[in-house]
């Protein structure tokens, strides 16, 4: 079992920055892709970005050229640097992990807000 906490959310303006980490602990060595998702109000999840542990990253189309996921494996954290933001980043920001044996676990989001 792997254990994430997502911290670093909170409130930015329009073409702000913000930076979110995703701590994992537990079976660790078990990780093999970790990637980020997010849930606006009223819509369905949706993936962000994810990296794999060779380092192998990719985008959804909305956020390609403003996000950067980068993972650090001695701190065993992912983080999504979050750059020119929209009003349609909003939403809660959720970690995920695909394990070695296919499995996945989540973690309990953190809130980003928008505003003008």
């Known amino acids: 079992q792997v254990q994430l906490v997502e911290s670093g959310g909170g409130l930015v303006q329009t073409g702000g920055s913000l930076r979110l980490s995703c701590a994992a602990s537990?079976?660790?060595?078990?990780?093999?892709?970790m990637r980020w998702y997010r849930q606006a109000p009223e819509k369905q999840r949706e993936f962000v970005a994810f990296i794999t542990e060779t380092g192998w990253e990719d985008y959804a189309d909305s956020v390609g050229g403003r996000f950067t996921i980068s993972r650090n494996a001695a701190k065993n954290t992912a983080d999504l640097q979050m750059d020119s933001m929209k009003f349609e980043d909003a939403g809660v920001y959720y970690c995920n992990v695909i394990l070695k044996d296919g499995s996945e676990s989540w973690g309990r989001g953190t809130q980003v807000t928008v505003s003008s």
């Open positions: 537990g079976n660790i060595l078990s990780i093999r892709t």
